[in-house]
């Protein structure tokens, strides 16, 4: 009877001690070339809404998993790929169709910093590869895909990896 109540208290204890865990912190900035492209060609705006829309997709599905509980991610939007032309390309266009499409993609860098301040490097691109699967969706699909897939890996415990 003892053995089963020491059993029972200890297994209690080990979910309490994953409850209690601290939330994982997420930070996302635009790395200086990005920038640069997004106040010549791409637009300002658009590449904020997508490093806003990378926080959020990660932090979403930080969420459902203690993979890095606790820990600081730092990302750094590095390169974005329309598939379609951003409002600021067909401002500076008048003759370009939004019906005019390419492959798209993105390409992440960060890190990952544990609560006992060991760094992990992270890096992961995706660029379609396919002109045919281009031409559905929207302006960012092959971005936001990317993001995706990005923090579908991170949730799985991986966070260095390349495509």
């Known amino acids: 009877m003892m053995r089963i109540i020491a059993i029972t208290v200890s297994a209690f204890l080990a979910s309490a001690t994953v409850a209690l865990a601290s939330p994982v912190s997420v930070t996302v900035s635009i790395a200086p070339a990005l920038q640069k492209k997004a106040e010549q060609t791409l637009g300002v705006r658009d590449v904020k809404q997508l490093a806003s829309q990378l926080k959020s997709i990660v932090e979403k599905r930080l969420a459902k998993t203690s993979a890095y509980d606790g820990s600081r991610i730092e990302l750094v939007l590095a390169d974005a790929q329309p598939n379609r032309p951003t409002f600021k390309q067909m401002s500076d266009k008048p003759g370009l169709s939004y019906q005019s499409f390419g492959i798209g993609g ?58």
């Open 106 to 163: 993105a390409e992440i860098e960060g890190r990952a910093t544990d609560a006992d301040g060991s760094v992990t490097p992270i890096a992961f691109k995706y660029y379609e590869s396919d002109i045919r699967d281009s031409s559905r969706g929207g302006t960012w699909t092959d971005a936001e895909d990317t993001f995706e897939m990005f923090a579908s890996s991170l949730s799985r415990g991986h966070a260095k990896s390349h495509r």
